[in-house]
């Protein structure tokens, strides 16, 4: 701006002080150059005028504008404000296209569980679970909206309003599985030290009762939940363990079904039976033949029979075998290198035998139970009661604890997340607790769940998924009110678990029946499960 006024004034200086004009020029150019030199003079001011006027109208604007500085202040505020707005207007865009999102694959986790009941009553479950986010096959989702517009049309709102509280997110199971402590490490301690004390008590055993007439007692098997590898929020802290019962020398165990009990419950006499050994005499072995040795000979010799030692009439009785079996053990316990190092309470019951070990700040509550196979399967029968009161001492109630211990160890094999299935059903017993469902009931459920779902799918990832379709499971169930035995008459099985012949081919019983037969329990189910629904939402939204 200064170098232009600069520029005006030389080009003034050099019109006002021109070079001396010759004495040859004419009176004509010399009143020409005076015009030329006046009209340069009047353009010159004109430009000097404008040049001050417009230095002038910027000093205005400039100085208006610091005046009202205040304006551009709240103006820059508002500006500031309705960036912020628009900033969060679009995250709760994002936020409501990934809760459709879930919403939408929630809908086609749901719609991969057919259940069709035969007319038998048996219930075969088909689930195809498409992570690809695929179109399921149209067989299933026909069947589904076939069900929907037949017997669910009363329900279709409920549960459509309830499916938009899920969130199925995997970071949200992901952090949910991170962040919480799981007691299936802490069961890894006490589940590793009690079978090597029970292997040791075993072989003392062995030792004790050779050639007596008291059952063999053979090694003991882990069960229950412990030993599964999870405990449900009502476990009270008792290591379960079975010892199998060999019939000794010249008896053996034949196993006789009660009529009474259903047949998920049903409970059994074991009848012992002499044989001959008379051929054994003949090896040299010389054995007493109970059969075939007169009385007087076997009492001089003070051999006497399993029938009059245990039994009452012909049949194993649980109390007497009990009683035994606790002074077998508080016997040999100074016999077991443990003995030094655990001090041991010996609490005899009934149909058990119990033991309370403490080492220091460590303890350990352990029931020895007994049984007898059947067969060569993993079915037992066992001297633990049922839920129903057994009152006779003869009876032994049949037990599927170690074929559901084995089903578990082979599904931990081949996990790629090994624990991803315990963690499921320690959330829904404990975590979710005091929803109407038992501990039994989710673990028949999720055992299914694991025989439907491929299990290269029970990664970590993938974790808030398997819980929605443990809850897809247990939601068709009690739509037909019908839940299968998961052990009696299932196809399914791997092929390392062996059942009695018998067993394979039994229709499963169901395990709802009593929903079934009771319209207020099933509508009261229902609702227990929509609430449990909605706090499982609230639970993986939290996290």
């Not at 417009?54 to 208006?64: H, P």
């Not at 048996?122 to 989702?141: C, H, L, P, Y």
């Not at 309003?161 to 919480?180: A, P």
């Not at 001089?300 to 075998?321: F, H, I, P």
Request: hydrophobic share 40%.
């Amino acid at each position: 701006m200064a170098l232009l006024p600069m520029i005006f004034v030389l080009v003034q200086s050099l019109i006002q002080y021109p070079q001396p004009a010759g004495d040859g020029l004419d009176e004509a150019t010399h009143r020409q150059m005076k015009e030329r030199q006046e009209l340069l003079d009047h353009e010159m001011a004109r430009l000097l005028q404008e040049l001050e006027e417009q230095d002038k109208g910027w000093g205005a604007v400039l100085s208006g504008a610091l005046q009202q500085w205040p304006f551009w202040v709240l103006a820059g505020v508002l500006l500031l404000l309705a960036l912020w707005f628009s900033c969060r207007r679009s995250s709760r865009q994002a936020s409501n296209n990934d809760v459709n999102e879930g919403e939408e694959r929630v809908h086609r986790q749901k719609a991969y569980m057919d259940v069709n009941v035969e007319e038998q009553g048996d219930m075969n479950v088909v689930a195809n679970t498409k992570e690809d986010r695929k179109e399921g096959k149209q067989g299933n989702v026909a069947a589904i909206e076939k069900e929907d517009s037949d017997g669910g049309k009363g329900e279709s709102s409920s549960v459509e309003h309830r499916e938009k509280t899920e969130d199925v997110g995997n970071e949200q199971g992901i952090l949910l599985m991170d962040h919480r402590e799981w007691p299936v490490e802490a069961l890894v301690r006490a589940c590793s030290v009690i079978p090597g004390m029970m292997d040791s008590l075993t072989r003392v055993f062995v030792d004790s009762v050779s050639n007596s007439p008291y059952p063999v007692p053979q090694k003991a098997i882990g069960v229950g939940s412990a030993f599964e590898g999870w405990s449900p929020h009502d476990w009270d802290g008792v290591y379960h363990v079975l010892v199998p019962l060999n019939p000794p020398p010249g008896h053996t165990f034949h196993l006789e079904p009660n009529s009474a009990g259903q047949v998920a419950e049903r409970t059994f006499n074991v009848c012992v039976e002499l044989v001959c050994t008379c051929e054994k005499e003949q090896l040299a072995e010389k054995p007493l033949c109970f059969l075939h040795n007169s009385r007087e000979e076997l009492r001089r010799k003070q051999k006497r029979s399993l029938l009059e030692m245990l039994c009452t009439s012909s049949y194993l009785d649980v109390e007497k075998t009990s009683r035994w079996f606790c002074q077998l053990v508080r016997s040999s316990w100074l016999q077991v290198p443990q003995w030094h190092s655990w001090h041991v309470v010996f609490q005899p019951c009934r149909r058990s035998c119990r033991l309370e070990l403490s080492k220091g700040r460590e303890s350990l509550t352990v029931e020895m139970l007994f049984g007898v196979r059947r067969g060569d399967s993993d079915i037992f029968v066992s001297s633990q009661p049922t839920k129903a009161t057994i009152t006779a001492s003869t009876a032994w109630a049949e037990t599927y604890a170690v074929a559901e211990a084995k089903f578990f160890r082979h599904i931990a094999r081949q996990l790629p997340c090994e624990s991803l299935h315990l963690k499921c059903l320690q959330l829904f017993t404990c975590i979710l607790r005091d929803t109407g469902f038992s501990s039994s009931t989710w673990k028949t459920v999720v055992m299914h769940v694991l025989t439907t779902v491929p299990l290269s799918r029970w990664h970590r990832r993938a974790f808030a998924r398997r819980l929605w379709d443990i809850m897809a499971y247990l939601d068709r169930c009690l739509q037909l009110t019908h839940l299968r035995h998961f052990v009696l008459g299932n196809e399914r099985l791997p092929a390392e678990i062996s059942l009695p012949p018998a067993m394979r081919g039994v229709v499963p019983p169901n395990l709802f029946e009593h929903l079934a037969r009771d319209p207020a329990a099933h509508r009261e189910a229902r609702q227990a499960y929509g609430r449990l629904r909605f706090c499982l939402g609230v639970l993986l939204s939290s996290h």
